[in-house]
């Protein structure tokens, strides 16, 4: 400020006079002084970036009696460096607003006792007492209390997900309706939202592929330049030029050689895309999987946990036996046989039952036995029932199943669902069907990655055909890969690698391992719930979300093409500026305008990729 003050003073006294030469003087060294610093160390080491180049030029402009204009340098090139920064800073806002969401101190329960404690001072095992409008201020479960938890700032759901026992809860979001009882999991440090914040950090300081070509391409042009500039000022006048003309020709070549715009092109362009992503609940750990994203042309993905939610749903219930009474009490006598079951799938029966309202809690099971592969026995009332595979009861009953039953069976199975049939010694009961449930938006997701460019989308899996087929044809995948162990999903990615170059692999963060690291991305699902998906993928979605990924896609290819508009600006309006040597038309005024008026447009363009929204 002090520095325009007196560059304004300069002006105002006109050039020529002692007093505005004052001015001027004053005015470069108390703007240029930082400048200057960096710029003759970097001399005396042969480090030659920007700032060498500045300090050589406003130096050579004073010694040849431009003062004004080597003040006006100065002061344009402050302007520029605020610039920059101020769209660091905008970019880093979002991310820096996170740290600012979760409260400084919580209401804990200790013993008998209620009390504010400061986050840092809480410990694992603590008792938290939320509020309802309150924020949650520790990661932790839920152990008492119902209420609907607004994610956004985590996970980007807009829409408040409800939370009842044994549900986790993460700092930062806000308890919208119920009184939530909270046993703190993590200490403030350890919390999704610290490692979410660091993470990003550490992601926006990574250096992109396009921004380490653009330093190495520095390191030959700066040099390259100031032996450009020394031979505009040196060998015209050895021809016969006038000696000023051509000095003043030479410093205005070091000016509009100055590297700003090209520096600042890559990495106003990834901080901003990566804070973006972050904001929308999408983790991009650096700007080299931010440009990988942006160029895959194929994307495989796991089947549970990534098309499906991962966990069993029970999809279809059919009653054998006459009468609308029938079919509650022989769900509950199922729910009651495989309460006692360690079957992986008796949690979705459990779960169909607690929907139902009913109580089979209350039904005695006695001689209760599992055969093994097979299904559960036990004696309830007098009579023995049996839940299992349809071979269980094929066996046991004296004439099979009924081959009306087998076609229902088959029918389901071919839909790639799990069947279960329940009956007693002399007849078959009911027949039901379990599921990994698709997820409703896969469908939609892939569609609009094909319409994207993606050239191909596969899923891969250890399931059966039969299941493989049913879930990869409602996804709409262009191939599935069925019955795979994941040394063959590792295989899998490597041939798609040599065949499409860029590969990206969704899974859940935890299994498929190998092929996650083994792809140029590796995308987790579900961030804001496992570590595992932090501290191992490249991508992370934070609220389990299958529908960021089209948003991923869009704005990692924004991305690639505003960094190559940059690109391309910068070096374009160096060469124009530099051709307007030969005719000697090039002044200071002209080089200062193409070089900031460059950074300038670069900043803006980078900071278009905020605009980016995610479309549901």
């Known amino acids: 400020m002090i520095s325009a003050i007196f560059l304004l003073i300069g002006w105002l006294l006109g050039e020529g006079h002692v007093m505005s030469t004052i001015a001027f003087g004053a005015s470069i060294i108390i703007g240029g002084y930082r400048l200057f610093q960096t710029g003759i160390k970097n001399l005396f080491r042969f480090t030659f970036d920007m700032k060498t180049l500045m300090t050589i030029a406003v130096i050579g402009a004073a010694i040849i009696g431009e003062w004004g204009e080597g003040a006006t340098v100065v002061i344009l090139f402050a302007i520029s460096e605020a610039l920059e920064r101020y769209s660091m800073d905008k970019a880093r806002q979002s991310i820096r607003s996170l740290m600012e969401i979760a409260p400084k101190e919580a209401l804990i329960r200790r013993g008998e006792k209620e009390m504010l404690v400061e986050v840092e001072d809480i410990e694992i095992g603590d008792i938290m007492i939320v509020k309802p409008g309150q924020k949650i201020a520790m990661d932790g479960v839920v152990i008492n209390g119902t209420s609907a938890v607004n994610q956004a700032a985590i996970t980007g759901e807009s829409v408040p997900v409800m939370k009842v026992n044994n549900d986790e809860v993460f700092a930062g979001t806000l308890n919208e309706e119920g009184l939530l009882e909270v046993k703190v999991t993590k200490r403030v440090d350890d919390s999704t939202i610290a490692k979410i914040i660091h993470l990003v950090e550490e992601a926006q300081a990574e250096r992109a592929p396009s921004q380490a070509f653009v330093d190495r391409f520095a390191q030959y042009y700066t040099p390259l330049i100031m032996l450009v500039a020394c031979g505009v000022a040196i060998i015209p006048p050895l021809l016969g030029g006038e000696w000023s003309t051509w000095i003043y020709q030479g410093l205005a070549v070091l000016v509009v050689g100055c590297p700003c715009a090209l520096v600042v092109s890559t990495p106003v362009s990834i901080v901003t895309a990566i804070g973006n992503a972050a904001r929308n609940g999408v983790l991009i750990k650096g700007g080299i999987h931010l440009e990988e994203m942006g160029a895959i042309k194929a994307m495989a993905f796991d ?42 799938l008796a949690s979705a029966i459990l779960k169909k039952t607690e929907e139902e309202k009913l109580d089979y809690e209350s039904v005695k099971v006695n001689e209760f036995s599992s055969i093994t592969g097979k299904g559960v026995k036990g004696l309830i009332a007098g009579e023995t029932y049996f839940v299992g595979s349809p071979q269980l009861l094929d066996e046991t009953l004296s004439n099979g199943l009924a081959q009306e039953i087998k076609e229902k069976i088959n029918a389901l199975q071919i839909q790639g669902k799990t069947v279960i049939v329940a009956g007693s010694r002399t007849e078959a009961l009911a027949v039901l069907a379990v599921a990994d449930e698709v997820r409703e938006n896969s469908r939609l997701v ?28 409602y996804a709409g995948v ?127 363009n980078s900071l278009r990729l905020l605009l980016v929204k995610d479309q549901k």
Not at 452 to 472: H, R, V
């Open 303 to 344: 089947k549970t946990g990534t098309l499906t939610r991962g966990v069993p749903v029970v999809t279809d219930f059919f009653p054998l036996q006459q009468g609308m009474d029938r079919a509650p009490q022989l769900l509950k006598i199922i729910a009651a046989l495989e309460k006692r079951s360690q079957h992986p």
């Open 446 to 473: 892939v569609e609009k990655l094909h319409s994207l460019g993606l050239k191909k989308t596969i899923m891969l899996t250890g399931d059966n055909k039969g299941t493989a087929q049913a879930i990869g044809q």
């Open 478 to 604: 262009s191939e599935i890969k069925a019955e795979l162990l994941p040394q063959d999903k590792l295989t899998f990615i490597k041939e798609l690698q040599r065949k499409y170059e860029r590969v990206a692999m969704v899974g859940d963060g935890i299994n498929d391992a190998p092929a996650l690291a083994a792809a140029n991305v590796g995308i987790a699902m579900g961030g804001a719930g496992t570590d595992t998906a932090l501290e191992t993928a490249d991508v992370a979605l934070m609220a389990d979300d299958l529908g960021k990924l089209p948003f991923t896609v869009k704005l990692s290819r924004k991305t690639l093409q505003i960094i190559k508009q940059n690109i391309t600006f910068s070096l374009g309006i160096k060469l124009i500026a530099l051709l307007l040597v030969i005719p000697g038309w090039l002044t200071l005024w002209i080089a200062i305008f193409a070089d900031m008026g460059a950074t300038l447009l670069v900043t803006l």
